[in-house]
């Protein structure tokens, strides 16, 4: 009867055990998807934040809008130790992480690249020429990771099409009569009947009061409703920098 007793406490012991072995493998599974979810929402957190930055933003629209170099020799002659360069550096370099990160199975391309993938696309297009040129000349593996990334982006971007698909994101065209200041130079000095209007906003204005000569002064808001002031036989050189 004793030996029975024991068998019996021992059979219970070992449940109770395994219900406890179990119930710590519940625990410790929680607590690591707590972590891991945590640690997920930090990495996306800091991304999204240094994405959104005004420094950040600033960097991408110069590389999406201004970077007129075609080759990476011609953008070192231009922008090397300028704010061309650290902007083609600090883009360049925020996408490869993201890359790395979703390499490395640490976040999940399809969340982060629905809001960024459509600006990574666009800003490849801009340097690929620049990066691949690089690579042959400074850094071998420049980007890779940015460059890997450009399947997942294709597919939150423009799914139907795929990765070959000729997309042209966040393209801004010329406008027709664009002038460039050496035109304006010569134009002015010849005596060409043209009127200045300096649309610049009062932040601008603040920070460079000064002007060029005989220019006219409007808000970009003004010059609908004020248009009639100026003179209607000379062209208008608009300028807003």
């Not at 600033?58 to 300028?82: G, K, N, P, S």
């Not at 360069?85 to 370099?93: K, M, Y």
């Not at 925020?94 to 809001?115: A, H, K, N, P, Q």
Request: contains cysteine; glycine residues 4%.
């Amino acid at each position: 009867m004793a030996r029975m007793n024991w068998d019996a406490i021992t059979a219970i012991a070992s449940v109770i055990s395994m219900a406890a072995f179990v119930a710590t493998a519940v625990y410790v599974r929680g607590q690591l998807k707590a972590h891991e979810k945590d640690r997920y929402l930090a990495i996306t957190n800091e991304l999204f934040a240094m994405w959104q930055s005004k420094e950040f933003m600033e960097a991408q629209l110069w590389l999406l809008h201004r970077l007129e170099a075609a080759t990476w020799q011609e953008f070192v002659q231009v922008h090397r130790a300028d704010f061309g360069e650290a902007a083609f550096h600090r883009v360049g370099s925020f996408y490869d992480r993201v890359g790395t990160l979703v390499r490395l199975g640490m976040i999940d391309e399809r969340e982060i690249l629905s809001t960024m993938g459509a600006y990574a696309i666009a800003v490849w297009q801009k340097m690929e020429p620049l990066v691949r040129e690089a690579r042959r000349i400074e850094n071998s593996v420049l980007f890779d990771d940015f460059e890997l990334l450009l399947p997942a982006c294709y597919e939150c971007y423009v799914p139907t099409l795929g990765e070959d698909a000729q997309v042209k994101p966040f393209s801004v065209a010329q406008p027709p009569d664009l002038m460039s200041v050496d035109e304006l130079q010569r134009s002015l000095e010849r005596g060409a009947p043209v009127t200045l209007l300096d649309v610049r906003n009062p932040v601008q204005a603040a920070r460079a009061p000064q002007t060029l000569p005989g220019a006219v002064r409007m808000l970009p808001q003004e010059v609908e409703s004020r248009y009639g002031e100026l003179p209607p036989d000379r062209e208008v050189a608009v300028f807003c920098a």
